[in-house]
């Protein structure tokens, strides 16, 4: 099987389950084993790597997967040079700043000079800058929720679906920076069979976004 399509979707988390399903109704097998990282489709030309989402955009520009699933926080805040060749609809959520409920601030202004914990720098530097503010970025890589009440911040900018997280935290969104869904990526530099391929996928892509329409 020499042309066929390596295609990174993440091993288990939140957008695993819908990336599968899409896969599944565009009428593409994808037989997963216990623990088995990679799988080839019966039915399609294609192989999947089941990987960590951060991985994801990386490994599509290296070429060492053609294509990608994963969110579009996780994509900006890599930087990573890839092609957006399909909005999925799935795994919506957005990045706010919040702060702890009884706070008096209640503009972005009012973060000036203030600590803000993230595992989002790039996108909020970039927000920071855009808005003027001159805040210190406190970068970590989890439970970004906990950090006011631990004395480490005095907001945070981390991803909200529900926001039911915040608010079991005693926090409230001040703004909300950046909207989210999952999203297809392809390496920039796809081979012209790699191509045809993967034309065939997005059109049985679309079909079934048209049928849920
Ligand atoms: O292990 P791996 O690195 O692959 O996965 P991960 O743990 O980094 O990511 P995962 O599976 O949690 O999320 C994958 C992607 O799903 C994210 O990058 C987003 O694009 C998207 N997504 C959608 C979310 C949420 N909704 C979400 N609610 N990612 C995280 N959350 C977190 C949020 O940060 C909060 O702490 O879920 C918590 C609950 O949210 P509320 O507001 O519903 O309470
Ligand atoms: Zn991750």
């Given at each position: 099987m020499k042309n066929y399509l390596k295609i990174a979707v993440q091993k288990s988390g939140r957008l695993s389950e819908d990336s599968l399903n899409l896969f599944k109704e565009c009428g593409i097998k994808v037989e997963m084993g216990k623990g088995r990282l990679r799988t080839v489709s019966s039915n399609f030309p294609a192989e999947f790597l089941f990987l960590r989402d951060d991985d994801i955009p990386g490994y599509v520009e290296d070429g060492v997967a053609d294509l990608g699933i994963v969110g579009e926080n996780v994509l900006v805040e890599s930087a990573k040079q890839v092609e957006v060749v399909k909005t999925l609809g799935f795994s919506k959520c957005r990045l706010s700043i919040a702060v702890p409920k009884e706070t008096s601030f209640s503009l972005p202004e009012d973060l000036h000079g203030k600590r803000i914990a993230t595992s989002y720098p790039r996108i909020l530097s970039e927000y920071l800058q855009k808005n003027h503010i001159h805040a210190h970025i406190h970068e970590i890589s989890g439970s970004v929720e906990i950090a006011p009440s631990i004395g480490l911040a005095d907001a945070i900018c981390d991803i909200v679906s529900s926001g039911s997280t915040l608010l079991s935290n005693g926090l409230k969104e001040l703004d909300s920076i950046f909207r989210s869904e999952a999203v297809m990526v392809a390496?920039?530099?796809?081979?012209e069979e790699k191509k045809a391929i993967l034309e065939r996928l997005l059109f049985r892509i679309s079909s079934v976004q048209t049928a849920k329409d």
């Open positions: 390496h920039s530099g796809l081979a």
